[in-house]
């Protein structure tokens, strides 16, 4: 418990110490680990395939990056909004492959994420399209 605490605030500490640079490099380092994880939880403990994972992880920043700068949420009220709009973007895949575990779920995830990636160049207006969608600086 000690060990968990300390790490907690380290990581609370880590803005006043370190460079823009050095933050943003361990900002996509934990983003990296919670998609990995979620993809260890699909794969190795159900038993699914995706293919399509960054597509919808991508939905998730998206969505808590324009509540964050579009709708005018402060940062800690826009990032738990990623879980819904992950969830909502998932077209209702599953019940068409929920027993299969054969082509059909693997051609089912990339069909969706490269559906998913097309939209987003595409609603440059909204997303940045392929240049992203810069957020204000956390206070």
């Given at each position: 418990?000690?060990?968990?605490?300390?790490?907690?605030?380290?990581?609370?500490?880590?803005?006043?110490?370190?460079?823009?640079?050095i933050l943003t490099i361990l900002t996509?380092?934990?983003?990296?680990?919670?998609?990995?994880?979620?993809?260890?939880?699909?794969?190795?403990?159900?038993?699914?395939?995706?293919?399509?994972?960054?597509?919808?992880?991508?939905?998730?920043?998206?969505?808590?990056?324009?509540?964050?700068?579009?709708?005018?949420?402060?940062?800690?009220?826009?990032?738990?909004?990623?879980?819904?709009?992950?969830?909502?973007?998932?077209?209702?895949?599953?019940?068409?492959?929920?027993?299969?575990?054969?082509?059909?779920?693997?051609?089912?995830?990339i069909a969706a994420h490269f559906i998913?990636?097309?939209?987003?160049?595409?609603?440059?207006?909204?997303?940045?399209?392929?240049?992203?969608?810069?957020v204000p600086r956390a206070r």
């Amino acid at each position: 418990m000690g060990q968990c605490a300390c790490l907690s605030c380290l990581f609370v500490c880590l803005p006043l110490f370190c460079s823009d640079r050095i933050l943003t490099i361990l900002t996509m380092m934990g983003i990296s680990v919670i998609s990995v994880h979620g993809l260890n939880i699909l794969t190795g403990y159900c038993g699914q395939i995706s293919i399509g994972h960054a597509g919808f992880m991508a939905v998730g920043g998206y969505t808590s990056a324009i509540f964050v700068r579009q709708a005018r949420c402060p940062l800690l009220g826009g990032a738990p909004l990623w879980c819904p709009g992950r969830r909502y973007s998932r077209f209702d895949l599953r019940p068409p492959f929920l027993e299969d575990q054969g082509l059909l779920p693997i051609m089912a995830t990339i069909a969706a994420h490269f559906i998913i990636i097309w939209a987003v160049i595409q609603l440059h207006s909204i997303t940045g399209g392929a240049d992203g969608l810069s957020v204000p600086r956390a206070r």
